[in-house]
């Protein structure tokens, strides 16, 4: 499985990108997906591999890295995070500054080894039931991952699926690729090619959290002192064993849905570890099984959402929709074909996924002192230059001025939106769903010659639209429970 | 006595075409209308060669089910209304301002030079107002970045009065 990553120039991409997804994933604000979409233009000087490997362990350890300033700043590094403040932060509050950060340092790991787990054996078999799936069965699919996304993602529902909606939509601006008639582009020729990926992302998170930063400056931090990161103890390890376990498994599942993967993963594996619990008070008070839960589900997330981004072409997450473009920008088509013709490109991954787990635990033990230093960088230094690098990095990709407008402007609405409870990840999934949405619906009509309802006389077909169905009305349920 | 009165005004409900909710629910409807209305001016494809549906159909489809949702949130804030944001500060309108520098600045004299006002302007309306740290953000840095992608990944700016010093 590591027999690619035994070259010295993977290594040192995989010791560059776990460095730098930690730095990102420690700076709040920033995070794997910004992080992912910023580096993606200089992938391009890579091969396909070491480009997706530089991707996957950016998405690792900025996962992880976003525990580091919750625990000692009491803010999510990255929106994942956000579940381990709860405890984190009051357990560092009492002095057990080091003992908070293993614990974190320590279930990160062994979730994340744990999803790679989950990965090496789920996604091919994945990719074998794909084998059966025409375009029909595509269509209902990435209907499926978009209900999934609106029903358990953050925030409404219906808002999450009006996102998403719009995320589709703007995949259909350009050239109808079926007819070549020309949709939205009201005679700008540089929209007949269609509105790319980067643009978008780089606007909608690093843009829009340049605005919101802009109305936080008055926000003082007060850091707890670390002196170093501890070991959990074997109390500790008594104590969190099981929790630990529940919520890898409960990480891996939650990542494999389209939704905002680790986010959710970390908010379910907290409760869970909470309802579990022999101690429940303790929680929100400084409890190690609060960090346990949530830190070993997110960082499982991880793995998880890799499964349908390679095993189908549909992304997990938003990280993992920057590392699906990555990958076609790359000339990589993922699907059951990529496990057939080129395993040894997807065992790269894996190994890469694997490893980056060891060192972010390396690095993290060692240097999570060095590394919350990061934190002190000042807003008003950091964020013009996150702007130089979005605004170089999105003009680079296809040398186009309008790019960098449309960048800006998805930031404003990013902003916008994100202030009126619209999260902006459904946007992304739709962006990148859109063409397989249309695509495939679109080719379907023709097999079915214009039939609507023999989309119903297809098994797996209708499997998903039920699937799809509970996912709509389950929040309504869960409501009036 | 006149703190009593303006608090009692402003738990006053505001009038429904100043709430959070009408202003997103009114900019979607409009935008999604415009939209669709658009769409009845893309080109049809001739029934012959026309396979499944016509290209105007499925983004019809979706704007109609963003108008549907749209309404939906809208009714449900009657009976559950939103929690009002906090009143944009300053700091945020001053770089939505810079923004639009960056634009005009960008099309009309040097894509480089546009980069280092927004930075400088935005880093000094946040509150640096060290030199050195201006020129980090301002020349230094953008400097770094540009001559970083013009070697390595061998892009070429837009022409302007700074970037063709630096090219001729």
Redesign the interface.
């Known amino acids: 499985m590591m027999a690619p990553l035994f070259s010295s120039k993977l290594l040192l991409v995989l010791l560059f990108g776990t460095l730098f997804g930690l730095i990102l994933g420690v700076l709040p604000g920033l995070g794997p997906t910004t992080g992912g979409a910023l580096i993606l ?2 992938t ?2 890579l091969d396909p591999l070491s480009a997706i490997v530089l991707l996957t362990s950016i998405y690792c350890a900025g996962t992880y890295g976003g525990a580091i300033t919750a625990v000692l700043i009491n803010t999510p590094g990255t929106p994942a995070a956000a579940a381990t403040c709860l405890d984190g932060y009051p357990l560092a509050q009492k002095g057990e500054a080091g003992r908070a950060l293993g614990m974190a340092t320590v279930s990160s790991t062994v979730g994340g080894i744990f999803s790679v787990v989950i990965l090496v054996f789920f996604a091919p078999i994945l990719a074998k039931l794909a084998y059966e799936f025409g375009q029909p069965e595509y269509f209902a699919l990435a209907i499926f991952g978009l209900t999934m996304l609106a029903s358990i993602g953050e925030g ?1 529902p ?2 999450n ?2 996102a998403a ?2 995320g ?2 703007i995949s ?1 601006i350009g050239k ?1 690729f ?2 070549s ?4 582009t ?1 005679g700008i020729n540089e929209l007949s090619v269609g509105i790319g990926f980067i643009p978008v992302v780089v606007g909608l998170f690093a843009i829009s959290e ?2 919101t930063q ?2 936080l ?2 926000q003082v931090f007060k850091r707890v002192a670390l002196k170093a990161v501890k070991l959990p103890s074997k109390e500790d390890y008594k104590k969190t064993w099981k929790t630990i376990l529940r919520s890898s498994g409960i990480g891996s599942f939650i990542g494999v849905l389209p939704a905002e993967g680790g986010t959710v993963a970390s908010l379910i594996g907290y409760s869970e570890a909470k309802r579990f619990s022999k101690n429940p008070e303790e929680f929100g008070k400084g409890s190690i099984e609060g960090i346990a839960g949530a830190e070993a589900a997110n960082n499982a997330a991880t793995g998880g959402a890799m499964v349908p981004t390679l095993a189908l072409g549909i992304p997990g997450s938003a990280t993992t929709a920057v590392i699906l473009t990555g990958l076609i920008i790359h000339g990589v088509r993922p699907g059951p074909d990529l496990f057939r013709e080129q395993p040894d490109f997807l065992y790269g991954i894996f190994g890469a996924m694997l490893i980056a787990n060891i060192l972010f635990f390396i690095f993290g033990f060692f240097g999570a002192k060095i590394f919350a230093r990061i934190t002190l960088v ?4 950091l ?3 996150i ?3 979005s ?2 990095g999105t ?2 990709l296809s ?1 186009s ?1 309008l790019d ?2 449309i960048m ?1 402007f998805f ?2 609405l990013g902003f916008f939106m994100r ?3 619209f999260s902006v990840v459904p946007v992304i999934i739709g962006l990148i769903l859109g063409e397989l949405v ?1 695509g495939t ?6 097999i079915f010659d ?1 039939n609507w309802l023999m989309f119903f006389t297809r098994p797996i077909v209708v499997t998903f639209f039920i699937l799809s169905f509970i996912a709509l009305i389950f929040p309504l349920l869960k409501k009036k429970k | 006595m006149n703190n009593v009165r303006n608090k009692k005004r402003a738990n006053k409900s505001l009038p429904f075409f100043f709430k959070d909710e009408f202003k997103v629910f009114f900019v979607i409807i409009v935008v999604s209308t415009i939209l669709l209305i658009s769409t009845f001016s893309f080109d049809t494809v001739p029934p012959i060669l026309n396979r499944g549906i016509q290209p105007a159909t499925f983004p019809k489809g979706l704007l109609v089910l963003i108008i549907v949702l749209t309404i939906l949130i809208y009714y449900l804030s009657f009976k559950k209304p939103w929690k009002k944001e906090k009143e944009l500060p300053k700091n945020f309108f001053l770089t939505l301002l810079s923004f639009i520098f960056f634009i005009i600045i960008s099309k009309t004299l040097d894509f480089f030079l546009a980069i280092s006002v927004l930075s400088v302007f935005v880093s000094y309306n946040w509150g640096e107002k060290r030199f050195f740290y201006l020129l980090l953000v301002g020349i230094i840095f953008p400097f770094i970045v540009f001559v970083f992608f013009e070697m390595i990944l061998g892009l070429r700016f837009p022409p302007g009065i700074i970037t063709n010093l630096y090219y001729y």
């Open positions: 233009p200089f391009m000087t409404s219906i808002k699926l009006i909606a719009f589709i939509l259909t109808d079926m007819t008639i020309d949709r939205f009201y340049m605005l802009s109305t400056l008055h000042p807003n008003k230094i964020w013009p230059m702007f130089t690098v605004v170089c003009y680079s040398q001025i960098v407008w800006l930031g404003v202030r009126f409870g249309e619906l679109r080719q379907s009509l023709v214009g």
